[in-house]
C-alpha cells in the first residue's frame, strides 16, 4: 500500500524516518516532533536554540544515531538521539535552502549560497566549498541559487550534483582537483530556448533568457547499471518530471594512443558539450514537483526513502506535486502507473522500507482484454430482441415560421 496510515503533526515542513527505532521525526518552524510508526506515541524534542530560531527548517537527515536539522538562517542543529538533546551546531550561512546528510557528510547550498561538503565528524570548516563558474560574455556574475541537491549512489563521498532556480545543472567532483563543477548544463525543451541574443555583430554576446527557463525544483541522481553513467530524474516548476542524460558525448572525447593525430574532434573532458539529453519525457503534473523518488537511487532518495529500502530495486519513479497527486510511473518505460488524489496540496513524504508496487500488466494484455470483451458485447447486443413499440401514434414534425413569414 503506498498510504499505510494518517499521523497528526503540528507546523511540520520536513520528515525523515529512524528505522532503526520505528520512528518518524518532523520538524516544524518551532520544535521537533517524533511519533513511533506503530502506535503513534508522541516524542518531544527540546532544544532551545532550535526553538529560539524563527526562520523554517529545510531539511532533516537521520543518520548513525544522530539526528540532523538544518534551517535557512544557516544553522545545522545535530541532535543525539539516545537522549534527545542538542549534541553541537555548525554555523553553514545565511539563506540556505538544501541541508541533507548521509553517514558522516552534510550538503548545503541556497540562495547566493554555493555547494558545500561537510564532515559531521570535524564540523569546523567544510571540507570542499565549490567556486562559481566564470563570468558570462559580459563579464558579470553568474547568479547562484541551488534549489536540491542530490548524492550519487556509489561515490557518496566524492560526487554529488546540484540544480539550481535557474535551470542550471551542475555535478561536483571532490577529487577532481578543481572547485568549479566538472560539467554544467541546462534543462531546456529545446536548444535554442533559455538564450537571448544581445547586441549587433558577428559575435553578439549571449545571456540567459529567464523568460523561458523554468526553475528545477528537485533532482535526483542515479546510475542504473555500470556503465551506464550518471542520469538524473528531475522535476521544474511548472510540474515537468523528465529523465536527463548527462553522460558526455562520445563524438566530443579523443582517447587512446591515436589522440594526436585525430585532432579533428575537440576533446571536452568532463564537460558536457551540450544540454543533456531528454532521455524520456513523464506524464507531467499541473503544478510545481515538491518532492522525488527514483528506484536505484540508493542515498539520494534521502530522507524520503532509505537507501536499503525496497523501492530501490523497483523501476518505479514517485513524485509529489502541489496539484494534490501522488504519481507513480515506471521509471524505464515512462508509463503512468498509478496517481493517488489527497486533498491538500502535498509538501513531502516517505517511503515504507518493505513498500512494494505493483507494476501495471503489459500493454499486448490490455489490448487483448480489450479486444475480448468488445466481441463479448458484440455478441450480447446481437442475442437481445428487438422491441417495437406498435400503440403509439408516429411523431408530428411541425415547420417553425421564419422572421421574415408573411401573416
Request: aromatic share 8%; net charge positive; glycine share 8%.
Amino acid at each position: 500500500m503506498l498510504v499505510d496510515s494518517g499521523l497528526s503533526f503540528e507546523d511540520a515542513r520536513t520528515f525523515a524516518w529512524d528505522t532503526n527505532a520505528g520512528r518518524i521525526f518532523a520538524a516544524g518552524k518551532a520544535k521537533i516532533q517524533g511519533i513511533l510508526s506503530v502506535g503513534g506515541s508522541a516524542i518531544s524534542v527540546n532544544c532551545f536554540s532550535y526553538e529560539s530560531d524563527p526562520t523554517i527548517p529545510i531539511g532533516l537527515s537521520v543518520i548513525d544515531g544522530v539526528l540532523v536539522v538544518g534551517k535557512a538562517s544557516g544553522k545545522a542543529f545535530v541532535i543525539d538521539l539516545s537522549n534527545l538533546s542538542l549534541k553541537y551546531e555548525v554555523p553553514v550561512a545565511s539563506n540556505l535552502s538544501v541541508c541533507k546528510s548521509y553517514q558522516k557528510h552534510m550538503i548545503c547550498g541556497g540562495k547566493d549560497v554555493l555547494f558545500s561538503l561537510w564532515n559531521l565528524e570535524w564540523p569546523t570548516s567544510p571540507v570542499f566549498s565549490a567556486k562559481n563558474v566564470r563570468p558570462d560574455t559580459l563579464d558579470l556574475e553568474v547568479p547562484v541559487w541551488i534549489s536540491d541537491a542530490s548524492f550519487v549512489e556509489g561515490y557518496e563521498d566524492r560526487l554529488f550534483m546540484t540544480s539550481s532556480k535557474y535551470g542550471d545543472f551542475c555535478v561536483y567532483d571532490v577529487r577532481s582537483g578543481q572547485r568549479r563543477p566538472v560539467s554544467r548544463s541546462a534543462w531546456r525543451v529545446s536548444r535554442k530556448q533559455g538564450k537571448k541574443s544581445v547586441g549587433t555583430g558577428r559575435y553578439p554576446a549571449m545571456l540567459r533568457d529567464l523568460a523561458v527557463t523554468r526553475p528545477v525544483t528537485r533532482c535526483v541522481a542515479y546510475t542504473s547499471a555500470p556503465g551506464v553513467g550518471l542520469r538524473a530524474i528531475a522535476g521544474n516548476a511548472i510540474g515537468d518530471i523528465c529523465l536527463l542524460d548527462f553522460r558526455v558525448p562520445h563524438a566530443s572525447l579523443v582517447l587512446g594512443t591515436v589522440a594526436e593525430s585525430r585532432r579533428k574532434v575537440r576533446s571536452v573532458g568532463t564537460r558536457a558539450a551540450a544540454p543533456p539529453e531528454r532521455v524520456k519525457a513523464y506524464q507531467p503534473a499541473a503544478g510545481a514537483i515538491t518532492a522525488l523518488v527514483c528506484g536505484g537511487a540508493g542515498c539520494a532518495n534521502l530522507p524520503h526513502a532509505m537507501p536499503h529500502a525496497a523501492i530501490n530495486n523497483q523501476p518505479v519513479v514517485v513524485s509529489a506535486s502541489i496539484d494534490r497527486f501522488l504519481r507513480v510511473y515506471h521509471r524505464d518505460s515512462g508509463e503512468l502507473l498509478t496517481k493517488i488524489f489527497t486533498k491538500t496540496p502535498i509538501s513531502t513524504f516517505l517511503i515504507r522500507d518493505s513498500a512494494k508496487f505493483p507494476m501495471k500488466v503489459s500493454s499486448m494484455e490490455e489490448k487483448v482484454d480489450a479486444e475480448g470483451l468488445g466481441e463479448e458485447s458484440d455478441e450480447l447486443w446481437a442475442g437481445m430482441e428487438t422491441l417495437e413499440s406498435k400503440d403509439e401514434p408516429p411523431m408530428k414534425r411541425t415547420r417553425k415560421c421564419g422572421t421574415n413569414a408573411h401573416s
